[in-house]
């Protein structure tokens, strides 16, 4: 296990340091519409930073990198922090009908299609070295994730307000707020076609929102990375209504573990293990 560690860090960090992409003229433009900017050119390419749709300069860039280094470097010192993530023994929830600044996810999975789960594993797989934004909770899956108790916002909506995955990955940042990291479905083409061989990647502006491994309940944005699917999760409400039951069909014919969330506390009680 520690030999694995030890190359996922070698591997994100050498990823870390490659990067280095430079924003187009249609990033730039794109930018302007967003924020109306009257900055130059150069000084838009030097310093914007609107990490939520991937348009940021080359110094925010720079900043972020030595963020993730320090994350890095602080889970160098904590291999068991590290080892409970790669190995699902902790709640590690990714929604498919969270609904955030640049996310619409709702809107697709709940009315245009029957099949989210199918679906979107069909576009981003079983396993990706993409990486996710989730929300995680220090306990084993079935156990009450207390998300009350250190809940900032996005945890209490992945956990009683929809349906989503259940995964396992590297701990490539864990927040206690909500960072605003990169969504991917609103980056450019540019951006993802710069990352295609390595993985997208996400950021974080600084170590002020780090959880500590030592001493954490729960992480409101997990940037979870070579990430595996294990089960799917499902809010109880949806079980309750007639018009929701494709989702439930869904989830049950992936032949992987299939668990109900309590819509109040979020504790999930497995009903299908794997076929």
């Not at 010192?77 to 640049?102: A, C, D, W």
């Not at 295609?196 to 954490?216: C, E, F, H, L």
Request: positive net charge; charged residues 25%.
């Amino acid at each position: 296990m520690k030999t694995g560690i030890h190359s996922s860090l070698r591997q994100i960090i050498r990823e870390l340091i490659l990067e280095d992409y430079e924003l187009t003229p249609f990033d730039i433009a794109r930018y302007r519409r967003t924020t109306h900017s009257q900055q130059t050119d150069e000084e838009i390419r030097q310093n914007a930073d609107h990490r939520g749709i991937g348009i940021q300069g080359k110094l925010p860039i720079q900043r972020d990198k030595q963020a993730m280094r320090d994350w890095h470097e602080l889970m160098k010192q904590n291999p068991q922090f590290v080892k409970k993530f790669m190995e699902g023994q902790v709640q590690i929830l990714h929604s498919l009908t969270y609904r955030g600044t640049y996310s619409r996810k709702a809107d697709l999975n709940d009315f245009g299609s029957k099949t989210p789960f199918s679906d979107w594993i069909k576009t981003f797989g079983m396993s990706s070295r993409d990486q996710l934004s989730c929300v995680a909770a220090n306990a084993p899956i079935g156990s009450d994730p207390r998300i009350w108790e250190w809940d900032i916002g996005n945890a209490s909506k992945a956990y009683t307000e929809g349906y989503g995955f259940l995964l396992k990955g590297y701990p490539a940042f864990g927040a206690k707020h909500d960072i605003m990291t990169q969504t991917l479905s609103a980056i450019p083409d540019t951006l993802r076609d710069f990352h295609k061989n390595s993985g997208q990647v996400k950021r974080t502006y600084s170590m002020d929102p780090a959880i500590d491994p030592k001493d954490w309940k729960g992480i409101d944005e997990l940037i979870l990375d070579n990430w595996q699917i294990i089960g799917v999760y499902i809010t109880d409400r949806y079980f309750r209504n007639p018009s929701k039951s494709h989702v439930i069909a869904d989830a049950l014919s992936l032949g992987i573990p299939v668990w109900r969330s309590n819509s109040g506390s979020g504790k999930m009680e497995m009903i299908q293990r794997n076929n």
